[in-house]
């Protein structure tokens, strides 16, 4: 009786094993890595065909992500936004540690071809505190705009990387997104 037992497990365990292996060798992890950096979910390589996670890879590529339910159809767009620094007049990336700089942020959009609710801007300390610079909802949608933030009085309390980010909403959407990223570093 034990010994019909233990030939029974071992019949279903070898066929679990085998669903196993066929399943593994027909749907196969791959590894993704964008602009250098490995996103944290993988994609599937199913039938010769990959299947990437669309919203990461957006998101690491700083677009925007359309979803139309009723057409199942998925979008991304990747808006032109450029960020210039300004300390009165001046250009500026770099300053010194502990000091409290009066600056202001100025963003160029052009051939925005999606929809946008509002805009924000940020900017994160070395420890990742995420502070706001300015955010406006958007009322009169245009294909290019500048955006000047005003002006802010920041510290740059520890020495590093402190990165002024750019965000865009997409209308019908409650997610921001980030569209652009500018680095200050503090010595």
């Known amino acids: 009786m034990k010994f019909r037992k233990i030939v029974i497990l071992l019949l279903v365990l070898s066929l679990w094993g085998g669903t196993m292996l066929f399943a593994d060798s027909a749907n196969q992890r791959v590894r993704v890595i964008v602009n250098g950096s490995e996103l944290d979910d993988q994609g599937l390589l199913v039938d ?12 690491t590529l700083q677009s925007l992500v359309e979803w139309n ?3 199942r159809r998925v979008t991304v767009y990747k808006p032109n936004v450029h960020m210039f620094l300004f300390q009165d007049k001046t250009i500026f990336g770099n300053v010194t540690r502990n000091s409290r700089p009066t600056f202001n942020v100025h963003a160029q959009v052009d051939s925005l071809k999606v929809d946008i ?3 924000k801007v940020t900017i994160s300390d070395p420890g990742g505190r995420e502070t706001l610079i300015h955010e406006e909802e958007v009322t009169n949608q245009r294909e ?5 933030t005003k002006e802010i009085r920041y ?12 965000y865009m909403k997409p209308a019908g959407s409650g997610d921001w997104a980030v569209v652009s990223e500018k680095t200050i570093v503090s010595k």
Do not use: C, M
């Open 117 to 119: 609710s509002a805009v």
């Open 144 to 148: 290019d705009f500048w955006l000047p």
């Open 69 to 71: 339910d009723s057409a």
């Open 155 to 166: 510290h740059f309390e520890a020495a590093g990387k402190y990165t002024v980010r750019f």
């Open 48 to 59: 010769g065909k990959t299947y990437l996670p669309l919203r990461q890879i957006a998101n």
